[in-house]
């Protein structure tokens, strides 16, 4: 059976540190990948998705990069953490080419910035 | 623009009231909706996949009907245990689901 891994569970850094956040999947090939944010009371906000090995497609500008650097791991980066970086983070992942059976998500970052 | 609007917001029930929470939606060709369910804390667990108008599947005590401007999730005699934020999405053209900003939902005991 397919599994995702998202890893910190919590994470507290200070403005201006880095950030790495790593998800991996299990179980299948080829996914399609995604990370998303979701602040508070908010929707689920989109940030980056890709279809394959080094294809990161960004939704929305910030100071913030994926790399997918092998077919199932995925990894949301900052090199300098805002404010505004604080949210729940979750990573997911559905397979098909582009056609959306339904989410997996992974467990989910809650990132505190300080 | 595809665009998701869940209602109401928060929704209070005693164990055994049942209810329904509404998902309307605006979408491109629409290549399905998404019922997720959401734990404090958590990610959001898959529920359902709606593709047509007409369409209605169920889980336990769920039911998710869609028609071709909303779908409706139906709780039915609801337990402590159903409390959730339940979460929509819809799937157009562009293949990137757009999400609601999902109901929240406590069943007193």
């Known amino acids: 059976s397919q599994t995702i891994h998202q890893w910190p569970a919590t994470l507290v850094q200070p403005v201006g540190s880095p950030l790495s956040l790593e998800c991996t999947v299990e179980?299948?090939?080829?996914?399609?990948l995604y990370w998303y944010r979701q602040a508070a009371g908010r929707g689920l906000q989109l940030l980056f998705y890709?279809?394959?090995?080094?294809?990161i497609s960004s939704e929305v500008p910030q100071n913030l990069s994926a790399s997918r650097p092998q077919d199932r791991q995925f990894i949301l980066s900052s090199k300098k953490l805002l404010l505004s970086d604080s949210g729940f983070y979750l990573c997911a992942w559905n397979g098909g080419a582009l056609i959306n059976y339904g989410y997996t998500f992974g467990s989910g970052t809650r990132l505190t910035i300080v | 623009e595809d665009q998701v609007t869940q209602s109401p917001e928060a929704l209070r029930l005693q164990e055994g009231e049942s209810s329904s929470l509404n998902c309307s939606y605006t979408v491109s060709g629409l290549r399905g909706l998404f019922w997720y369910r959401q734990d404090p804390g958590k990610g959001p667990e898959f529920l359902f996949t709606l593709y047509s108008a007409g369409e209605e599947k169920e889980k336990e005590r769920l039911k998710a009907t869609l028609t071709k401007k909303e779908s409706f999730l139906h709780i039915t005699a609801p337990k402590p245990e159903d409390s959730a934020t339940y979460l929509c999405a819809v799937q157009g053209g562009s293949y990137i689901p757009t999400f609601g900003r999902g109901t929240s939902l406590i069943v007193h005991p």
């Open positions: 179980g299948t090939s080829n996914p399609n």
């Open positions: 890709s279809v394959g090995i080094g294809q």
